[in-house]
């Protein structure tokens, strides 16, 4: 024990300076943060003991008072067990995507099955469901809907681009060099500026989409030029050989690619995947912007409407501040998890 | 069929789809949108630009009043946006670096906080971190009355306000006189993107540093000089050219990431762009010049930044 701190809190002048300092203001930083969020809370609906409690405890009542409508929006109440529902398999579905074992062709059909079941129950108009239009779905739901979606439509095409950027025909390479460098060098919210402002224009006249089939879209394209960076340098990593093997097999081009060169690439970029389906995740929130009401949204909707919790608007960023930080750091750590794995693999 | 048969031949078969392809696809879209702004009566082009622009910024370098042109108000809003972008990658680079360095101590209280930092700030979307930065800055600050300085500087619910040449800012009755004020939105802004960029860079200098061998550091050491030393003249150095090209991704990200101010109300272009399309609905240009400028500074960065890289990259014959 006394080695332990020596060496590592105390083995110099320097570094126990560091440590006092530093172990006092954790320390007080702490005990502020216990008292604030835990000790002096509010934990219950009670406008009047939170606005007792107000500069020494948190109110938590607004998120007990709230939760429903920062989970699911605007999405009518007594309905709300379908998106839980929908969401839940979705949520199933994406897990099981992270395991290699499902890593088999079904899995793409289950995808569609899946992705089928999730808009019924969400829109409804089949089996007595009622009706809910687009822009009534909100929430934790729509966060999941728009990130799983985007990176899922998204893989095909950068897969493409990705191909061509590597092509030896010079027009296709340009073409999609200069799609992914366009993309990449304009912030998101131009291009969904795009999809609210512009797309409706680039429609045939008397034709409308709805603004979140416009929001995936522009979500997608968005996603798909940085998932073909990541997928490139897959690509990079395959040695010369394994093209010229199957060069020598007689195999074409797209038989090379779907049986040589794209399973190893693509089982080398899975932590980059992820990485990019983290950070789509987070970008969804800027959907906001566009007005829909995803889980930042959704927040501002349930807390700005109602004056008795518009002054504990914090304590619901925290909550969701949480939520998508439960969600980030897992897919985090699965990544570094595949990571190791593929690293071990290489050893043997 | 041998025709078909011939690589070459095919390939420039596909070249020739492609273009097709695309340039009909750019005629469908640029068809049906000529064809729905004549119906909507949208008018087209960039004359609005020289019109007068009709709303004030509330904050710009050179000032800016609502009866000068819109070009103008692009140009404050270009101003504001790099004013953030540098002032935050001066920052963040520091902040970065010093968790980076930092997740190597031998003291296992500053590895620790150094990790709960890249993990907490990289796994929090940005704009709600911005909001939250926002929130905290214009509610629970005290205001301009309530306020004591602490080293001459005032933090109050008006922003930050600083001693600048020498002129001390004081209180004045209902607010502070003198020195320079920085605006809450500006402020909620700087600390959302340094704090939430320095997490990336947190990461990228840390496996830049992991990558130079462990030799390195043990021959710095058995020269005698003492850690800090080694990594600022043996491990840094070396560890710069696998962090220089990831660090311009941030720089960009960072300067990409000031458009979310639209958020928090800090006029940088996209904002005054946003307000540019509601007043005169001129969305495709507006939109463009957005565009047009943004690709300009990631094609500017890229040129300084691998200029830079080429000064450090390994000297080989």
């Given at each position: 024990?006394?080695?332990?701190?020596?060496?590592?809190?105390?083995?110099?002048?320097?570094?126990?300076?560091?440590?006092?300092?530093?172990?006092?203001?954790?320390?007080?930083?702490?005990?502020?943060?216990?008292?604030?969020?835990?000790?002096?809370?509010?934990?219950?609906?009670?406008?009047?003991?939170?606005?007792?409690?107000?500069?020494?405890?948190?109110?938590?009542?607004?998120?007990?008072?709230?939760?429903?409508?920062?989970?699911?929006?605007?999405?009518?109440?007594?309905?709300?067990?379908?998106?839980?529902?929908?969401?839940?398999?979705?949520?199933?579905?994406?897990?099981?995507?992270?395991?290699?074992?499902?890593?088999?062709?079904?899995?793409?059909?289950?995808?569609?099955?899946?992705?089928?079941?999730?808009?019924?129950?969400?829109?409804?108009?089949?089996?007595?469901?009622?009706?809910?239009?687009?822009?009534?779905?909100?929430?934790?739901?729509?966060?999941?809907?728009?990130?799983?979606?985007?990176?899922?439509?998204?893989?095909?095409?950068?897969?493409?681009?990705?191909?061509?950027?590597?092509?030896?025909?010079?027009?296709?390479?340009t073409l999609c060099t200069v799609y992914v460098?366009?993309?990449?060098?304009?912030?998101?919210?131009?291009?969904?500026?795009?999809?609210?402002?512009?797309?409706?224009?680039?429609?045939?006249?008397?034709?409308?989409?709805?603004?979140?089939?416009?929001?995936?879209?522009?979500?997608?394209?968005?996603a798909a030029a940085y998932l073909a960076e990541?997928?490139?340098?897959?690509?990079?990593?395959?040695?010369?050989?394994?093209?010229?093997?199957?060069?020598?097999?007689?195999?074409?081009?797209?038989?090379?690619?779907?049986?040589?060169?794209?399973?190893?690439?693509?089982?080398?970029?899975?932590?980059?995947?992820?990485?990019?389906?983290?950070?789509?995740?987070?970008?969804?929130?800027?959907?906001?912007?566009?007005?829909?009401?995803?889980?930042?949204?959704?927040?501002?909707?349930?807390?700005?409407?109602?004056?008795?919790?518009?002054?504990?608007?914090?304590?619901?960023?925290?909550?969701?501040?949480?939520?998508?930080?439960?969600?980030?750091?897992?897919?985090?750590?699965?990544?570094?998890?595949?990571?190791?794995?593929?690293?071990?693999?290489?050893?043997? | 069929?041998?025709?078909?048969?011939?690589?070459?031949?095919?390939?420039?078969?596909?070249?020739?789809?492609?273009?097709?392809?695309?340039?009909?696809?750019?005629?469908?879209?640029?068809?049906?949108?000529?064809?729905?702004?004549?119906?909507?009566?949208?008018?087209?082009?960039?004359?609005?630009?020289?019109?007068?622009?009709?709303?004030?910024?509330?904050?710009?370098?050179?000032?800016?009043?609502?009866?000068?042109?819109?070009?103008?108000?692009?140009?404050?809003?270009?101003?504001?946006?790099?004013?953030?972008a540098l002032i935050g990658i001066i920052l963040?680079?520091?902040?970065?670096?010093?968790?980076?360095?930092?997740?190597?101590?031998?003291?296992?209280?500053?590895?620790?906080?150094?990790?709960?930092?890249?993990?907490?700030?990289?796994?929090?979307?940005?704009?709600?971190?911005?909001?939250?930065?926002?929130?905290?800055?214009?509610?629970?600050?005290?205001?301009?009355?309530?306020?004591?300085?602490?080293?001459?500087?005032?933090?109050?619910?008006?922003?930050?306000?600083?001693?600048?040449?020498?002129?001390?800012?004081?209180?004045?009755?209902?607010?502070?006189?003198?020195?320079?004020?920085?605006?809450?939105?500006?402020?909620?802004?700087?600390?959302?993107?340094?704090?939430?960029?320095?997490?990336?860079?947190?990461?990228?200098?840390?496996?830049?540093?992991?990558?130079?061998?462990?030799?390195?550091?043990?021959?710095?050491?058995?020269?005698?000089?003492?850690?800090?030393?080694?990594?600022?003249?043996?491990?840094?150095?070396?560890?710069?050219?696998?962090?220089?090209?990831?660090?311009?991704?941030?720089?960009?990200?960072?300067?990409?990431?000031?458009?979310?101010?639209?958020?928090?109300?800090?006029?940088?272009?996209?904002?005054?762009?946003?307000?540019?399309?509601?007043?005169?609905?001129?969305?495709?240009?507006?939109?463009?010049?957005?565009?047009?400028?943004?690709?300009?500074?990631?094609?500017?960065?890229?040129?300084?930044?691998?200029?830079?890289?080429?000064?450090?990259?390994?000297?080989?014959?």
């Amino acid at each position: 024990m006394v080695t332990w701190l020596r060496t590592n809190l105390f083995n110099n002048t320097f570094n126990s300076a560091v440590t006092l300092l530093l172990g006092t203001l954790l320390l007080y930083a702490l005990t502020h943060a216990w008292g604030w969020g835990i000790h002096h809370a509010i934990w219950v609906a009670d406008a009047e003991q939170c606005n007792a409690a107000r500069g020494t405890g948190a109110c938590w009542g607004v998120v007990t008072e709230k939760y429903r409508v920062i989970i699911f929006g605007r999405y009518p109440f007594a309905e709300q067990w379908r998106p839980f529902a929908a969401t839940l398999l979705l949520m199933a579905l994406l897990l099981a995507s992270c395991m290699r074992m499902f890593w088999k062709p079904w899995l793409a059909a289950l995808w569609l099955g899946v992705l089928v079941v999730f808009f019924a129950l969400m829109h409804g108009g089949i089996f007595g469901l009622s009706v809910v239009a687009t822009d009534q779905w909100g929430g934790l739901p729509l966060t999941i809907l728009l990130a799983s979606l985007s990176v899922v439509g998204a893989f095909p095409l950068s897969i493409f681009l990705a191909l061509g950027r590597m092509s030896a025909l010079p027009v296709i390479r340009t073409l999609c060099t200069v799609y992914v460098e366009l993309i990449r060098g304009v912030p998101l919210i131009s291009v969904l500026f795009m999809a609210s402002f512009l797309f409706p224009l680039f429609m045939p006249e008397g034709f409308s989409i709805d603004v979140l089939l416009r929001v995936l879209v522009a979500m997608i394209l968005f996603a798909a030029a940085y998932l073909a960076e990541v997928i490139r340098g897959g690509l990079q990593a395959i040695p010369r050989g394994q093209y010229e093997a199957a060069s020598s097999l007689g195999l074409t081009y797209w038989q090379m690619q779907r049986k040589i060169i794209l399973p190893q690439a693509l089982a080398t970029v899975v932590p980059g995947i992820m990485n990019n389906f983290i950070s789509t995740f987070k970008d969804t929130s800027l959907v906001t912007i566009v007005s829909l009401y995803e889980l930042t949204g959704s927040l501002d909707l349930a807390v700005n409407s109602d004056p008795n919790w518009m002054a504990y608007k914090l304590e619901g960023y925290l909550f969701i501040a949480a939520i998508y930080f439960g969600f980030c750091f897992s897919l985090s750590r699965y990544s570094q998890w595949v990571e190791r794995q593929v690293n071990r693999e290489k050893v043997h | 069929m041998t025709l078909w048969r011939n690589q070459k031949i095919r390939g420039w078969i596909y070249q020739i789809a492609a273009l097709l392809l695309v340039a009909l696809c750019v005629a469908i879209l640029a068809d049906n949108t000529l064809e729905n702004m004549r119906t909507r009566g949208i008018q087209s082009g960039f004359g609005f630009l020289s019109q007068p622009a009709g709303f004030d910024i509330s904050e710009s370098l050179f000032g800016f009043e609502s009866t000068q042109p819109y070009w103008k108000a692009f140009l404050t809003g270009l101003g504001n946006t790099l004013k953030v972008a540098l002032i935050g990658i001066i920052l963040t680079t520091i902040l970065g670096v010093l968790l980076g360095v930092g997740r190597f101590s031998q003291n296992i209280l500053i590895r620790g906080l150094c990790l709960t930092y890249v993990e907490i700030f990289r796994n929090v979307p940005l704009l709600l971190q911005l909001l939250m930065w926002y929130l905290l800055l214009v509610e629970f600050l005290p205001t301009a009355r309530e306020a004591e300085p602490f080293l001459g500087m005032f933090l109050t619910k008006a922003g930050l306000t600083l001693p600048w040449f020498g002129d001390m800012p004081v209180k004045a009755g209902f607010g502070i006189k003198g020195g320079i004020n920085v605006s809450p939105e500006f402020l909620a802004l700087l600390l959302g993107l340094v704090i939430y960029t320095a997490s990336y860079i947190a990461e990228i200098v840390r496996s830049g540093i992991a990558s130079v061998p462990r030799g390195q550091h043990e021959a710095a050491m058995a020269l005698g000089l003492s850690r800090a030393q080694a990594m600022r003249l043996i491990q840094l150095p070396q560890a710069l050219r696998v962090i220089i090209p990831p660090l311009t991704n941030q720089y960009l990200n960072l300067t990409k990431n000031s458009s979310l101010a639209v958020a928090v109300g800090y006029p940088e272009l996209v904002s005054i762009a946003n307000t540019s399309i509601n007043q005169t609905g001129r969305a495709v240009e507006c939109i463009a010049v957005i565009m047009a400028v943004y690709l300009t500074l990631s094609l500017l960065t890229s040129v300084l930044m691998n200029a830079y890289n080429r000064r450090a990259a390994i000297k080989e014959r």
